[in-house]
């Protein structure tokens, strides 16, 4: 892909001359959900999305949380916005988890219409894709599994809340909830979020069950319902999966172990419903930040560990943030090469190219210098204690939005910071890929040095 850069003067004379704008995809992308962001702000201050008035900010910083699909709130949804303004919210969710360019593509297809050269490279970057012959078919299996994932949801959430309440307003949570947990957005109309339905094994599966495979990624499971048999399954399918099965069993089995004597969080509940609180507290964490417990009464040692869930995210084609589970297998598999002293680094038998060990460490080491700089500048802002600190700032910049009930006491330069987080989280990794991933050749070759490392 060749990478479209242009002067900005020289942009300027050749838009104002031919009425066309070129922008590079990831440029393209950020304005779409930029685009997002306004309008769902303008929707949301009007008068009939209100319960109680709410001023600009609050109105654009919503925006911006539902976009990202992050969650994190400085209004109430339930109380505070009617249900035209929750109507706008889960719409905002809906583009800004699946994606704007996939509903553009998917309109631009229904019309009949070719992709230009331009959309072709966008919709590469969107779906992280090589191959433009696969652009239609992954579009269009993005947006089936979506809506056939969330259905299912909504029907078995609407029929098991019917039992004690009325089918209409049954109907309209299931809907909501669904829609903000296949999408990783973790908001809830609940006032404390999941913690109500600890004892609950079908609302816990059911939502968790959205959360992880909306944070799967649509090419996984694209390729699981082509093939169904795991020996015919892609490689990275199968490295998904067991990726995905050891790390949540890992994180239930520690965060169990460490919350269960604590009496305001596990201590006090039966083992069934232990089991099930841990469960949604941990699979929430990776990707989505719906809360099974009250977040200001964990272990510090527990937060620490949702904080890495949170910073490894979910898979790559999905609705989720952080630096990607794939990301994160395979700087495992870079350690212990060095570890072991091979010069190769092998995974599951397969050799891994240097030019992807490069994106990982670069992906990393941008994503931890970012969160660094959020935290010491909220630091520099607030007097909350560190560790409340640094969970909020994760929770903005992996758009996974668990917070420990911080956010509306924090500044405004505080709020603004995490806004630019929550933008820069979820758009800011498929940037840095696009840029690594056009590589520039140099006949010029400088003499190695030696470095000391370690």
């Not at 001359?17 to 769902?40: D, H, K, N």
């Not at 925006?63 to 699909?69: D, E, L, N």
């Not at 894709?129 to 299912?152: C, D, H, N, P, Y």
């Amino acid at each position: 892909m060749a990478r479209l850069t242009v002067h900005p003067l020289r942009a300027y004379r050749r838009a104002r001359r031919t009425g066309q704008l070129q922008a590079s995809p990831p440029a393209v992308l950020a304005g779409s959900f930029l685009f997002l962001i306004l309008l769902g702000t303008l929707l949301l201050l009007l008068p009939a999305a209100q319960q109680r008035p709410i001023s600009l900010f609050e109105a654009l910083f919503t925006a911006a949380s539902s976009v990202t699909v992050t969650g994190l709130m400085v209004i109430d949804p339930a109380r505070d916005l009617s249900f035209l303004g929750q109507a706008v919210v889960l719409g905002l969710v809906q583009m800004g988890g699946i994606g704007f360019v996939t509903f553009a593509i998917i309109a631009s297809l229904t019309l009949g219409k070719r992709l230009s050269l331009k959309y072709q490279a966008l919709a590469l970057e969107a779906f992280n894709q090589t191959s433009v012959a696969r652009i239609r078919q992954t579009a269009l299996t993005v947006l089936k599994f979506s809506l056939a994932i969330e259905g299912a949801a909504i029907l078995i959430l609407t029929l098991w809340w019917w039992r004690n309440d009325s089918l209409e307003h049954a109907f309209l949570l299931a809907g909501f909830h669904a829609v903000s947990a296949f999408n990783n957005a973790g908001i809830s109309l609940f006032p404390d979020s999941l913690a109500g339905f600890v004892g609950d094994p079908v609302t816990t599966f059911v939502i968790t069950g959205c959360i992880i495979l909306g944070g799967l990624g649509f090419s996984v499971l694209a390729d699981i319902n082509q093939k169904r048999a795991w020996q015919t399954l892609a490689y990275y399918t199968r490295l998904m999966l067991i990726g995905t099965l050891v790390l949540n069993l890992v994180a239930l089995a520690l965060f169990w172990l460490i919350e269960s004597s604590n009496p305001a969080t596990l201590g006090h509940l039966p083992l069934p419903s232990q089991g099930l609180a841990a469960w949604t507290q941990v699979v929430g964490a990776r990707t989505a930040g719906f809360a099974s417990m009250d977040v200001d009464q964990l272990r510090d040692s527990s937060r620490l560990l949702l904080m890495a869930l949170m910073f490894i995210g979910g898979g790559s084609l999905s609705t989720a943030s952080g630096i990607k589970l794939g990301t994160f297998i395979i700087l495992l598999a870079v350690v212990r090469a060095y570890v072991l002293q091979r010069k190769e680094v092998v995974l599951m038998h397969r050799t891994i190219a240097p030019e992807t060990i490069q994106k990982a460490l670069a992906l990393l080491m941008v994503s931890g210098l970012l969160v660094c700089m959020g935290v010491f500048l909220v630091s520099l802002f607030e007097s909350q204690p560190f560790i409340a600190i640094a969970m909020e700032v994760m929770a903005a910049f992996t758009t996974t939005g668990l917070s420990p009930d911080l956010t509306r006491s924090l500044s405004l330069p505080s709020q603004i910071l995490l806004m630019a987080l929550m933008f820069i989280g979820r758009l800011g990794p498929l940037t840095l890929v696009y840029s690594l991933g056009t590589q520039r050749y140099s006949r010029v070759r400088y003499p190695e040095a030696p470095m000391q490392i370690g």
